[in-house]
């Protein structure tokens, strides 16, 4: 009976949230959309020209964002986009995706292909794992997901470039901000908006390389 009612709750305030009637109004998959948008606006991130990396990106709001700001006239991409998750996405026009855990090297080994040894400017991970509601796993989980795509970062991006990841307040969260300390010159906490007021989710916006990591990343990962 609880269930049902929290089942409920959750639904009415769902459908009552500004954010969600304004994600249908403009076309949006997710509200999410409109936390990217406000991180990329107070950031002064994205521009025509970008490549941009989108990981953990069904239901596809991210990607939506990402095209709309590289999309020129005729509805030609100015710079690329390329998203992944392990969940189908319907297409985004102008968006490449690539369906797989983003865990295994071989779908690691698949977004490289596509690269072709481009650089990226933008690394984006919306990226959650599911949770026990065991707290020292949970905390786990969510830092090894943060971990991954600061590898990959470190591996790809370039100089000037950019991480934005979810992370969640609680146990590890610290550790992970550290982490990415280590290897940006900047890094800052983002609580958007249109991220609820409830949520502990936190987006973590790590910029510009330090000297010599890029190059360290790739040994190891050669190694």
């Known amino acids: 009976m609880a269930k049902n009612r929290f089942s409920k709750d959750w639904l009415r305030q769902h459908m009552n949230d500004p954010y969600v009637k304004l994600a249908q109004a ?6 999410a959309a409109f936390k990217l948008t406000e991180i990329l606006d ?8 970008d490549v941009v990396v989108d990981l953990g990106s069904a239901p596809g709001s991210w990607s939506q964002v990402v095209r ?27 968006v490449e ?22 650089p990226v400017d933008l690394v984006l991970s919306d990226m959650a794992p599911n949770l026990s509601g065991v707290g020292v796993a949970d905390a786990a989980r969510i830092q090894h997901v943060c971990e991954i ?12 470039g950019a991480l934005i990841v979810k992370a969640f307040h609680g146990s590890g969260f610290s550790q992970i901000v550290q982490d990415m300390k280590q290897n940006f010159t ?3 906490e983002r609580k958007p908006k249109a991220s609820r ?3 502990a989710e936190t987006f973590i916006v790590a910029r510009r390389l330090k000297p010599n ?6 040994l190891e990962q050669q190694g």
């Open 186 to 188: 900047r890094v800052v």
């Open 97 to 118: 995706f690539i369906q797989g855990d983003f865990r295994e090297d071989s779908v690691l080994h698949t977004l490289e292909n596509l690269l072709q040894g481009a």
């Open 26 to 31: 403009r076309g949006y998959r997710a509200r």
């Open 213 to 218: 990591v890029r190059e360290h990343a790739r």
């Open 42 to 49: 107070t950031e002064k991130l994205l521009k025509p020209g």
């Open 68 to 94: 709309e700001r590289l999309v020129g006239p005729g509805g030609v991409m100015r710079g690329r986009a390329i998203a992944l998750d392990l969940l189908p996405m319907e297409p985004v026009a102008g």
């Open 197 to 199: 007021d409830k949520s």
């Open 149 to 160: 795509a600061l590898d990959f970062a470190r591996a790809h991006l370039t100089p000037d």
